[in-house]
């Protein structure tokens, strides 16, 4: 729903979504697709489409959507909302430094090529390593991002969850004591690296 809000906002925008898929991007474009036909039916308001293909569109006003899975190329697209969701399907991904660093290799040359002065970038992942792409871009340039991370529980003295209809804080204390890596990058969006708590890099 964000890049039709931003659409609304701005028809005029070059929106790039990358995943580690084609086929995540494609089906993040196809659920977009059936949320512009309800808003379509309501009348809320028009999207005007000229050009429709599985995995992208544009509209007359100049509006253009692209689904790209990474290591995929950029070439002739400029891009105004860069979007990254998920550059990783787990973390057997996440633990190759090959893959980690052709990530990296991507993002660098490819994605961040495309990008103007004016341009913005959206980065939403599941942190399993320190080292990864999130971590690599904030330790060049931490001041100029916005980082925003909800973890599952949110005051442990107090057992406070963030989401109780869903996660109650003993299930989620459950899930911790299966896996404490696990737990700690899929709840609480704070990283460990194999040697568990106590030697983290920056340390």
């Given at each position: 729903?964000?890049?039709?809000?931003?659409?609304?906002?701005?028809?005029?925008?070059?929106?790039?979504?990358?995943?580690?898929?084609?086929?995540?991007?494609?089906?993040?474009?196809s659920?977009?697709?059936?949320?512009m036909?309800?808003?379509?039916?309501?009348?809320?308001?028009?999207?005007?489409?000229?050009?429709?293909?599985a995995?992208?569109f544009?509209?007359?006003?100049w509006?253009e959507?692209?689904?790209v899975g990474v290591?995929?190329?950029?070439?002739g697209?400029?891009?105004?909302?860069?979007?990254?969701?998920?550059?990783h399907?787990?973390?057997?991904e996440?633990?190759?430094?090959?893959?980690?660093?052709g990530?990296?290799?991507?993002?660098?040359?490819?994605?961040?090529s495309?990008?103007?002065?004016?341009?913005?970038?959206?980065?939403?992942?599941?942190?399993?390593?320190?080292?990864?792409l999130?971590?690599?871009?904030?330790?060049?340039?931490?001041?100029?991002?916005?980082?925003?991370?909800?973890?599952?529980?949110?005051?442990?003295?107090?057992?406070?969850?963030?989401?109780?209809?869903?996660?109650?804080y003993?299930?989620?204390?459950?899930?911790?004591?299966?896996?404490e890596?696990?737990?700690?990058?899929?709840?609480?969006?704070?990283p460990?690296?194999?040697?568990?708590w106590?030697?983290?890099?920056?340390?």
């Open positions: 729903r964000f890049p039709l809000w931003a659409y609304n906002d701005n028809p005029t925008l070059a929106i790039v979504l990358a995943s580690y898929s084609q086929e995540l991007s494609k089906s993040h474009l659920k977009m697709r059936q949320v036909e309800w808003d379509r039916a309501k009348n809320i308001w028009k999207i005007n489409l000229i050009k429709d293909t995995t992208s544009e509209t007359k006003e509006w959507f692209t689904a290591w995929w190329s950029l070439t697209k400029p891009v105004d909302v860069g979007i990254i969701d998920d550059v399907k787990d973390r057997l996440y633990e190759s430094d090959t893959i980690r660093n990530v990296w290799d991507w993002y660098t040359s490819v994605f961040l495309r990008l103007h002065n004016d341009s913005i970038q959206l980065l939403v992942m599941t942190r399993w390593w320190e080292d990864d999130f971590g690599r871009i904030l330790e060049k340039e931490w001041e100029l991002w916005y980082v925003l991370n909800i973890p599952a529980i949110t005051d442990f003295s107090t057992k406070e969850v963030i989401f109780p209809e869903r996660f109650t003993d299930l989620l204390m459950e899930k911790r004591n299966m896996n890596r696990d737990f700690q990058s899929l709840y609480m969006g704070d460990i690296n194999e040697w568990g106590d030697f983290k890099a920056d340390y």
